[in-house]
Nanobody, 115 residues
Framework: QGQLVESGGGLAQPGGSLRLSCQAS????????KGWYRQAPGKRRELVAS???????QYADSVKGRFTVSTDNAKDTVYLQMNSLKSEDTAVYYC?????????WGQGTQVTVSS
């Protein structure tokens, strides 16, 4: 059973930075597309950033130029570097991976941006 475990969430001030990490197990991670979703209170879960098997990245318009998704396949880990944080980035962030028509999700990590 594949698993994803996030870490690195917490409280940041507007304009600050946080880095999320997601460790995979029992998934051939290098062959999986992966990335990050988020869900704010009262809103639908949305894709924040993704990175494909070839390294192609995609971002939500709201985070372009501020967030960077990257992966270290040797460590089965995907990262989300979040800079210039805004209050509207406050949400639960979920790590996601998909391979062989199966989706995997982490348990979520809270990110709160507030002064």
């Amino acid at each position: 059973q594949g698993q994803l475990v996030e870490s690195g969430g917490g409280l940041a001030q507007p304009g600050g930075s946080l880095r999320l990490s997601c460790q995979a197990s029992n998934i051939i991670f290098r062959l999986a597309a992966k990335g990050w979703y988020r869900q704010a209170p009262g809103k639908r879960r949305e894709l924040v950033a993704s990175i494909g098997v070839t390294g192609y990245t995609q971002y939500a318009d709201s985070v372009k130029g501020r967030f960077t998704v990257s992966t270290d396949n040797a460590k089965d880990t995907v990262y989300l570097q979040m800079n210039s944080l805004k209050s509207e980035d406050t949400a639960v962030y979920y790590c996601w991976a998909t391979r062989a028509q199966r989706d995997y999700w982490g348990q979520g990590t809270q990110v709160t941006v507030s002064s």
